[in-house]
């Protein structure tokens, strides 16, 4: 008998028009304001929702611009591989079961699943626990993996920590060895 009544209750309560699921990162994305108890909430923008999906991407690209790392190509990187300079570093993040099959020549292995953490390390901890010196955040850093996937976060993850000279190869283990790029063995 309670079902009822309460089933009114809450139809009566239940918004008439839904917000696309595209909108919400335009709400979320404003700025917050403080209001007093004694105020109303402002009426969220009556938006199409073709209007709000165009907004709702255009936010992601916006966020999205700001953690591209500059894509380089094999016939860049190959070079950076035959003169390795101290100010710059190629960073395998694939795990180390993986660096078995062999590196890009002039690279370091730092996997994807602890970059994060071993960006934050003191530098004499970083060398202790990787064998090499921590990179400062204006070193120029190349990020590849086995496909391209990993690299884009690993410089995504770089980027917040702070890092500025980020390059990705997105090309990767597969594209180095696919064009006979030389094998430098762990």
């Given at each position: 008998m309670l079902r009822i009544p309460a089933l009114r209750v809450v139809r009566a309560f239940r918004p008439q028009t839904a917000i696309p699921r595209t909108a919400i990162p335009i709400f979320a994305a404003?700025?917050?304001q403080r209001f007093e108890s004694t105020q109303s909430t402002p009426?969220?923008?009556?938006?199409?929702?073709?209007?709000a999906f165009k907004a709702a991407q255009k936010l992601s690209d916006d966020l999205q611009r700001d953690w591209d790392a500059k894509v380089i190509t094999y016939?860049?990187?190959?070079?950076?591989?035959?003169?390795?300079?101290?100010?710059?570093y190629?960073?395998?993040?694939?795990?180390?079961?993986?660096?078995?099959?062999?590196?890009?020549p002039s690279a370091?292995?730092?996997?994807?699943?602890?970059?994060?953490?071993s960006l934050h390390l003191l530098p004499d901890a970083f060398k202790?626990?990787?064998?090499?010196?921590?990179?400062?955040?204006?070193?120029e850093l190349t990020f590849y993996c086995r496909s391209g996937m990993r690299s884009t976060s690993a410089s995504d993850v770089a980027k917040r920590n702070g890092y500025t000279n980020i390059l990705n190869y997105k090309g990767s283990?597969?594209?180095?060895?696919?064009?006979?790029g030389e094998k430098a063995k762990q």
């Open positions: 404003r700025t917050l009426e969220p923008e009556k938006l199409t929702p073709q209007q016939e860049e990187l190959l070079p950076k591989t035959q003169s390795p300079s101290s100010d710059s190629l960073i395998d993040v694939r795990e180390r079961e993986e660096v078995i099959q062999g590196m890009i370091v292995n730092l996997p994807l699943s602890g970059l994060s953490n202790a626990q990787h064998g090499f010196e921590k990179p400062k955040k204006s070193q283990w597969l594209e180095w060895v696919e064009k006979g």
